[in-house]
């Protein structure tokens, strides 16, 4: 088995919050990652893929081509945006590292051309990242974050 991994960058804001805290809570579970509009990371996500090498290419799978499905799937629709309110399939999840990892493993799940999703691995900072290697993890979405999370704003 051959494992290849294609590296990529976005830049994204979001907030961490929960609908169901009270506001002392969220700001005590999610300290300065709950600020009120929200904060921006620079992340590096790593997509590996594993597979035997193909005997006329020499690939598990073209990098370019995972490239262009990494932009398609997940790059074009979360860089510069605001996690938690401009990305449909986020809508309503706590944009954690966690949980953005699963998020990006169901929108590349399937669309590969050859190989095998093995890992994501997204780096919040250069010392927060997670890993997710396609284990069932069930994503709570709280319908009521959207309209909660900037309550009082405009006021």
Same mark, same amino acid.
């Given at each position: 088995?051959? /494992?290849?991994?294609?590296?990529?960058? !976005?830049?994204?804001?979001?907030?961490?919050? +929960?609908?169901? !805290?009270?506001?002392?809570? +969220?700001?005590?579970?999610?300290?300065?990652? +709950?600020? $009120? /509009?929200?904060?921006?990371?620079? /992340?590096?996500?790593?997509?590996?893929?594993?597979?035997? =090498? %193909? =005997?006329?290419?020499?690939?598990?799978?073209? @990098?370019?081509?995972?490239?262009?499905?990494?932009?398609?799937?997940?790059?074009?629709?979360?860089?510069?945006?605001?996690?938690? $309110?401009?990305? %449909? !399939? *986020? @809508?309503?999840?706590? #944009?954690?590292?966690? +949980?953005?990892?699963?998020? $990006?493993? &169901? &929108?590349?799940?399937?669309? @590969?051309?050859?190989?095998?999703?093995?890992?994501?691995?997204? !780096?919040?900072?250069?010392?927060?990242?997670?890993?997710?290697?396609?284990? #069932?993890?069930? *994503?709570?979405?709280? #319908?009521?974050?959207?309209?909660? &999370?900037?309550?009082?704003? *405009?006021?």
């Amino acid at each position: 088995m051959v /494992y290849v991994t294609r590296k990529a960058a !976005f830049s994204a804001a979001h907030r961490l919050f +929960n609908p169901t !805290f009270t506001d002392e809570k +969220n700001e005590r579970v999610f300290d300065k990652c +709950n600020n $009120f /509009y929200g904060h921006g990371h620079n /992340y590096v996500l790593e997509v590996t893929v594993r597979g035997l =090498p %193909d =005997p006329e290419t020499g690939y598990v799978i073209d @990098l370019k081509r995972l490239k262009d499905i990494l932009d398609e799937c997940i790059i074009d629709k979360v860089d510069h945006k605001h996690l938690n $309110f401009d990305v %449909d !399939f *986020l @809508l309503g999840i706590i #944009p954690t590292v966690e +949980n953005l990892c699963v998020a $990006f493993w &169901q &929108q590349l799940e399937g669309r @590969l051309p050859s190989g095998e999703l093995h890992r994501i691995r997204l !780096f919040e900072s250069e010392h927060n990242l997670a890993d997710y290697h396609g284990e #069932p993890v069930e *994503l709570v979405r709280w #319908p009521a974050i959207a309209e909660r &999370q900037f309550e009082g704003a *405009l006021a």
